[in-house]
């Protein structure tokens, strides 16, 4: 039996959906699953996706570097990569959390709001941790980080404007925040591809 109830915030309201699907035997396993991936333990499921997620773009960006030319696959590298995509995730797990709640909106010019915080404030964290961190763990200094940073971070964050706004609007508009750093990161499969590119090879002198 199902009872309907009225709460204030709908945060509760998510938190005791999973819940019910975690602890009602009645329900598909398939279903709880689901629950506790994209309810309970959703910051893991986007943590452990964003450090995937680079390390895949990172080696898909060595094939790319490598046509042409015999070049050993650099594992450290793609490491590298990893690491900062699960320092990034928990950072994108909480700037959306409270971008919802700032912005909770999802009409048309809420949803404009929201991109244009994400490219304001969202989109300069992420280019910043991705060339700062893996630069780091590659070995370099902090002149070297910040020489690249310098050189590269301006033009990186035109093409990201150029590339997510409307990406960003079919996520604001039409996901829920359950999924939202998920469709980025599904979505951003080309975007770190190039970006890996940028980070390590790309030079515009």
Same mark, same amino acid.
């Given at each position: 039996?199902?009872?309907?109830?009225? %709460?204030?915030?709908? #945060?509760?309201?998510?938190?005791?959906?999973?819940?019910?699907?975690?602890?009602?035997?009645?329900?598909?396993?398939?279903?709880?699953?689901?629950?506790?991936?994209?309810?309970?333990?959703?910051?893991?499921?986007?943590?452990?996706?964003?450090?995937?997620? #680079?390390?895949?773009?990172?080696?898909?960006?060595?094939?790319?570097?490598?046509?042409?030319?015999?070049?050993?696959?650099?594992?450290?590298?793609?490491?590298?990569?990893?690491?900062?995509?699960?320092?990034?995730?928990?950072?994108?797990?909480?700037?959306?959390? %409270?971008?919802?709640?700032?912005?909770?909106?999802?009409?048309?010019?809420?949803? %404009?709001?929201?991109?244009?915080?994400?490219?304001?404030?969202?989109?300069?964290?992420?280019?910043?941790?991705?060339? !700062?961190?893996?630069?780091?763990?590659?070995?370099?200094?902090?002149?070297?980080?910040?020489?690249?940073?310098?050189?590269?971070?301006?033009?990186?964050?035109?093409?990201?404007?150029?590339?997510?706004?409307? #990406?960003?609007?079919?996520?604001?508009?039409?996901?829920?925040?359950? !999924?939202?750093?998920?469709?980025?990161?599904?979505?951003?499969?080309?975007?770190?591809?190039?970006?890996? !590119?940028?980070?390590?090879?790309?030079?515009?002198?």
């Amino acid at each position: 039996m199902f009872y309907r109830t009225r %709460l204030s915030n709908p #945060l509760r309201m998510g938190y005791q959906a999973v819940s019910f699907y975690s602890t009602n035997p009645q329900i598909p396993s398939n279903q709880r699953f689901r629950s506790k991936v994209f309810g309970k333990y959703l910051i893991v499921t986007n943590t452990v996706g964003s450090g995937i997620l #680079l390390a895949i773009g990172d080696a898909g960006a060595q094939q790319y570097e490598s046509l042409g030319e015999k070049k050993a696959f650099d594992y450290s590298r793609s490491g590298s990569m990893m690491i900062t995509g699960l320092v990034i995730g928990p950072v994108q797990h909480s700037f959306y959390l %409270l971008l919802d709640r700032v912005l909770p909106g999802t009409n048309r010019w809420g949803v %404009l709001h929201k991109i244009f915080a994400d490219q304001l404030i969202m989109s300069p964290i992420y280019i910043f941790l991705v060339f !700062y961190l893996s630069s780091l763990l590659e070995g370099k200094t902090i002149m070297e980080c910040n020489a690249e940073l310098s050189e590269k971070f301006i033009f990186t964050w035109m093409l990201d404007c150029c590339i997510w706004p409307g #990406l960003q609007y079919l996520n604001f508009r039409y996901f829920k925040f359950l !999924y939202r750093v998920v469709f980025i990161n599904l979505a951003s499969c080309m975007y770190v591809v190039l970006l890996s !590119y940028i980070k390590h090879s790309f030079s515009k002198t």
